[in-house]
Structures are given as C-alpha cells and as structure tokens.
C-alpha cells in the first residue's frame, strides 16, 4: 500500500529566467491539486550580489526588479485558488563561502517548511544571469522533500 503525499507548501525558486517562469507554473499546478500554498523565492545572482555589497548597484533598485517579476509573473500565474507568498535571497556572499543558490533553495524549503519543492532545469543556454540552473543539481542531490525538477 502506497502511503499519500501530503503537501500544505510548494516551494518554487525564481530568478527572472524562461526555466523559473515555467516552474512557477507547474508548482501552481501541484499545489492547486494538493489544496496547498506557494511560496517564491525570488534568488538574486552573483554578480548583482556582489554588485550590492560594493555599492555598486542600489539594494532597493534589485528588490523593485525582483518584485516586479514576482508581480508579472508568478502572482499572475498563481490564481486566486492558491495562496502565494514571497521572499527574495542573495544566492552567493561573499562573507560565506557555503551560501549558493542551491543551499539557499534548501534554507528556504526549511525556513518555510516547504513539503515539495519544483525547481528549474538547467538551461541550454549559457546564461550567467540564469542563478537557479546552477542550483538544480544541488537542490537533486540534497533535498528532504520530495522534488519536481522541470
């Protein structure tokens, strides 16, 4: 006897690429099937991190642009049958050297209590800004919850 899944949160990493756009839809889906709640975690990129913590590049200039994806996007992909939070994260610092994407994915699933995470395939393309292709396979080895990678 197979026992059932039981999942209250989808988590779904975002970072602005084509892959996030498509995960955010498919842990929509999941969750509306499950009666659960999303949470996006919007990763902000190496360059743009580093970028911050020089002064290079206004902090509340990236958290607009975040949340205008999250808006554009994600809030418009999550219907009013699901609940959506958000949260947006550094994906590298350079004060620690074990914060990537992916341990930020993994952090994140277990700040939010995440029950299934959907994470974006790597991309074909040879994009530095794409933060989350890089996690993919970290969050597929290391991951307790079950996991959808698309």
């Known amino acids: 006897m197979t026992e059932a899944l039981d999942v209250d949160l989808v988590l779904v990493p975002v970072d602005g690429s084509d892959e996030s756009v498509t ?3 498919y842990a929509v889906a999941i969750a509306g099937s499950y009666d659960a709640r999303v949470h996006a975690v919007y990763v902000v990129g190496q360059d743009v ?4 913590e020089e002064g ?3 902090e509340e200039e990236v958290a ?6 999250v808006d554009d996007t994600v809030s418009v992909a999550a219907d009013e049958d699901v ?3 958000t949260s947006t994260a550094y994906g590298f610092s350079t004060h620690r050297k074990t914060q990537h ?3 930020v994915v993994l952090d994140t699933a277990e700040e939010v209590g995440a029950d299934f995470i959907v994470v974006p395939r790597e991309s074909m393309a040879d994009d530095a800004g794409d933060v989350l292709a890089k996690a993919a396979e970290y969050v597929l080895l290391y991951a307790s919850q079950p996991l959808l990678s698309v």
Do not use: T
């Open 64 to 69: 607009a642009e975040a949340q205008s994806f």
């Open 49 to 52: 991190s580093r970028a911050i």
């Open 23 to 25: 995960a955010v839809e």
């Open 56 to 58: 290079a590049v206004d």
């Open 83 to 85: 609940d959506l939070s």
């Open 101 to 103: 994407p992916g341990s």
